[in-house]
């Protein structure tokens, strides 16, 4: 049925899995072959696909799927301990099957909750909040097979926690407020130049000259078009503020496409939405059915002849890279999240090779909002060179966890103090991949100029091993490297490893020249953002924390990460040797001696 309803189009491959994983809860290797000849596309690239995304299975799962998350603050919130116990009560070992099929627990990177953690997925519904207790209900929901649709509806709340509001999140906006404001296209397009808007993921373009590019560009082909793309797969650790904005602000962010639509004269626009945000799926699509029939979508939108605009939601399936946007153009057309080699740009050859125009969702929102509102009103806000509003998700050591709304060039401090933050050591701010920022430094601002973010604060306080933190992220990359090229694929994994090392007692100084070794090579020869950021949290820490690295340093000279003579333990036992000739160590200190 899948394949019949996206007419088995293998630019759909993503949808199509999805959809026939939700009913089969696997795809085996039979539906593997039938995709490959519905879509026509060779059974390899489908197995390649499958095999890409977290979310895809080419292994039977339980009936019942639930995967912890893994970020550092689900860490500090007492996950591990909770899902020990879940395994504990099931007779599971993490990331195995039960015997009968009904059951497995596992862990996956951050899923949008830290501000409600300990959070994880049952069949990709959202559970937050996790306690002891909470462990032991679903326990028991699990073992009587209880249906997730009679589960206690408080289980699947999420709350918004919206702490504090400005200009966007406290704006007073009517669905087709926008739309009714629309000038010509080159009004529209100069007002967002004007406003001085930037992309709210953290990098930072101009939105106005990203249309402009994009407006400017010729479609190619037999089906020249141009695309609006939302990229909504906020998958930087500590960050949730699209979840909430398409929450509660998703008539704001699909007037923002449809605007976008309008300048660069696109008649369809994509949302590329997280895999772990599938239970906004439907919500989200009821939002745009409304707008249809409000004539907010659709043909001749608000009566107007040729202003024709429609939005499609795509499900990402949990790939952080995908976050890159020429790999979320490649997940869109239904290939593996690999980022394409640039130029040329997706304003020029972006998704299926036409313009496309990606942009974040807050972006998007901000948009909607500068047409209503005008571009002065929009400048006015923030700094000379940062435009505006910033949301923030703040999550980890504070007494109010959440989203917060500030004009940008607010200082750290004040972030902390408004958030009930005590005795920080220190806030990462953007992410994984973003900086680390000590107690000298909370004078700092957040903006483009000084610290630019995607909108992820995460807080540690100073009982928090900043060591560990450090780990924490280099053990994500490692998970979330696509694996296309060498630095990184193989950088993350050394990163790690040497982590792991001085985290067990091996490690010395000559460990710490090699992590920053690897650091330079992640920085200079990675493909994509992932690779060359990945390196940027044990940098940080190495430099502005490195107490916690030197207390773990036993080892004065090189200490080899494998244990060659503890390896030979087996067979010393097999042969009934264990004389001082039957010892590594002991051999090898002779032979070089002699
Ligand atoms: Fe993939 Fe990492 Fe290379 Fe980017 S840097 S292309 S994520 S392997």
């Known amino acids: 049925a899948a394949l019949l309803r996206h007419g088995g189009d293998g630019t759909r491959l993503m949808q199509i899995l999805r959809e026939i994983q939700e009913q089969t809860g696997w795809l085996s290797p039979d539906i593997l072959t039938r995709v490959a000849e519905g879509t026509r596309l060779p059974r390899g690239r489908i197995e390649g696909v499958a095999g890409f995304y977290h979310f895809f299975h080419t292994e039977p799962l339980g009936r019942y799927r639930v995967l912890w998350s893994d970020n550092i603050t689900d860490r ?66 699990i073992r009587h097979q209880t249906p997730l649709a009679e589960w206690p509806a408080e289980f699947f709340t999420v709350e918004d926690n919206i702490r504090r509001k400005d200009a966007l999140l406290g704006a007073d906006f009517q669905p087709g407020d926008a739309l009714k404001a629309l000038k010509s296209p080159q009004e529209v397009l100069d007002a967002v130049k004007e406003s001085g808007l930037r992309g709210r993921g953290g990098a930072g373009f101009s939105t106005g000259q990203k249309w402009d590019f994009c407006r400017a560009a010729l479609g190619s082909g037999a089906n020249p078009a141009h695309y609006v793309v939302c990229n909504a797969d906020e998958g930087e650790p500590g960050t949730f503020k699209d979840r909430v904005l398409l929450s509660s602000y998703a008539d704001m962010v699909f007037e923002g496409m449809t605007v976008s639509g309008y300048v660069i004269g696109a008649k369809k626009g994509l949302v590329y939405l997280r895999g772990e945000y599938r239970y906004l799926l439907e919500p989200l699509n009821a939002v745009l059915e409304k707008r249809r029939a409000a004539k907010l979508l659709g043909q001749s939108i608000l009566g107007r002849t040729g202003f024709d605009f429609d939005i499609e ?282």
């Open 76 to 141: 500090m919130a007492g996950n591990a301990d909770l899902m020990a116990r879940m395994c504990k009560k099931l007779w599971l070992k993490p990331g195995r099957v039960s015997e009968d099929g009904l059951v497995s627990v596992d862990t996956t990177s951050c899923t949008g909750l830290c501000d409600q953690g300990p959070a994880l997925l049952v069949n990709y519904r959202p559970v937050t909040r996790m306690t002891a207790e909470r462990v032991d209900q679903i326990v028991e929901l």
């Open 313 to 594: 939601i795509h499900m990402g399936a949990g790939a952080y890279v995908c976050g890159e946007e020429t790999a979320l153009l490649e997940s869109l057309e239904g290939k593996r999240g690999v980022p394409r080699k640039r130029p040329p740009f997706p304003v020029t050859s972006g998704y299926l090779g036409q313009p496309t125009a990606v942009n974040n969702v807050e972006t998007l929102a901000s948009a909607a909002l500068i047409t209503a509102k005008g571009a002065a009103w929009y400048k006015a806000i923030g700094t000379p060179k940062s435009a505006g509003t910033k949301i923030l998700s703040i999550s980890g050591d504070c007494e109010r966890p959440g989203i917060y709304e500030y004009p940008y060039g607010v200082k750290v401090s004040q972030v902390l103090a408004d958030c009930g933050a005590r005795d920080t050591q220190a806030c990462q701010i953007a992410g994984a991949s973003g900086l680390c920022v000590a107690p000298n430094e909370f004078g700092r601002r957040i903006a483009f100029e000084d610290i630019p973010t995607g909108g992820s604060f995460m807080v540690f306080d100073n009982t928090r091993d900043m060591f560990q933190v450090a780990r924490n992220f280099a053990h994500f990359f490692v998970h979330e490297s696509c694996g296309f090229c060498t630095p990184c694929r193989v950088g993350t994994t050394l990163l790690a490893n040497a982590m792991d090392k001085i985290d067990e007692g091996h490690g010395g100084e000559y460990d710490i020249n090699d992590i920053w070794r690897v650091i330079r090579t992640l920085k200079t020869a990675s493909h994509c953002g992932l690779g060359q950021t990945a390196g940027n949290c044990v940098a940080d820490t190495l430099q502005k924390f490195r107490p916690s690295y030197e207390l773990r340093l036993n080892v004065r000279d090189f200490e080899p990460a494998f244990d060659l003579d503890k390896a030979l333990s087996k067979m010393r036992e097999v042969t009934g040797r264990d004389d001082p000739g039957a010892h590594f160590h002991i051999a090898h200190r002779k032979s070089r001696a002699g």
